[in-house]
């Protein structure tokens, strides 16, 4: 059973910057694609980035495009998110999602996924 946990969440002030971690009970980590999302209190999950096994290259949502910075350790089973320029719209319930077989289009579609982790709260005061 695959397992995922988030961690590096917490309370920032707009303007700064949060770390998360998203570590796999993998051995063949490489192997999956590994995606993070948001989800907002009364709103949808919402895409933010991913990075497709095998590949180095990270897709982002405009949203978060140019701030935001998605890596991957295979070595340790983990990915990363780098969180910059946080504003108040950032707050949200992160959650990281991993699945074997994803295609390009459908990296941005929460169902895809097949694992998820509990969540990290990021809050952003203003």
């Known amino acids: 059973q695959v397992q995922l946990v988030e961690s590096g969440g917490g309370l920032v002030p707009a303007g700064g910057s949060l770390r998360l971690s998203c570590k796999a009970s993998?051995?063949?980590?490489?192997?999956?694609?590994v995606g993070w999302f948001r989800q907002r209190p009364g709103s949808e999950r919402e895409f933010v980035a991913a990075?497709?096994?095998?590949?180095?290259?990270?897709y982002y949502s405009d949203a978060v495009k140019g701030r935001f910075t998605m890596s991957r350790d295979n070595s340790k089973a983990t990915a990363y998110l780098q969180m910059n320029s946080l504003s108040a719209d950032d707050t949200a319930v992160y959650f990281c999602?991993?699945?074997?077989?994803?295609?390009?289009?459908?990296?941005?579609?929460?169902?895809?996924?097949?694992?998820w982790g509990q969540g990290t709260q990021v809050t952003v005061s203003s």
């Open positions: 999602a991993a699945d074997q077989q994803l295609i390009t289009s459908s990296l941005g579609v929460s169902s895809q996924y097949d694992y």
């Open positions: 993998l051995r063949t980590f490489s192997a999956y694609t």
């Open positions: 990075m497709k096994r095998y590949n180095s290259n990270p």
